[in-house]
């Protein structure tokens, strides 16, 4: 099966880029792994208007349900700024290794994320809540 191309709205990609360069600004020299990763997906994705971006595909602030492929136990993650990150409450950092996974994806895919029990392995089942699909461009 291949990988889709990463499509990401020009608004996150906007907002996103404002992250990275504010953590990196205040880390500095230090190296930024999740950062470095993020801006990797930043730079091989294509950038479109938030009107563009397909209805499967799981972007900022994003609901989307997932089933874990071991344990077949289902999830619902809310993808977020760090600056809003409630791990506990389902709402994951795009920062996180499991909010990394999650961006760009899109329904039907199986995404890959490190646990500190190893790594596990996620099947996007569907998205609750999208913001370019619900025209919510400016969350």
């Not at 990609?13 to 500095?28: F, H, N, P, W, Y």
């Not at 500190?116 to 392995?121: A, Q, T």
């Amino acid at each position: 099966m291949s990988k889709k191309q990463s499509v990401i709205s020009k608004f996150d990609q906007d907002r996103l880029q404002e992250v990275i360069d504010t953590m990196k600004a205040q880390s500095g020299k230090r190296e930024w792994s999740r950062g470095d990763e993020l801006q990797r997906k930043l730079n091989e994705s294509m950038a479109v208007e938030p009107a563009e971006i397909p209805p499967d595909v799981i972007t900022m602030n994003s609901i989307a349900r997932v089933r874990d492929k071991e344990s077949k136990q289902e999830g619902v993650y809310n993808l977020v700024f760090p600056s809003d990150s409630k791990p506990l409450e389902g709402r994951v950092s795009v920062l996180s290794s499991l909010g990394l996974a999650l961006f760009g994806s899109h329904i039907g895919d199986v995404v890959e994320w490190e646990t500190p029990k190893g790594l596990r392995h996620l099947e996007v089942i569907g998205l609750i809540y999208q913001p370019e699909s619900a025209q919510h461009w400016t969350l």
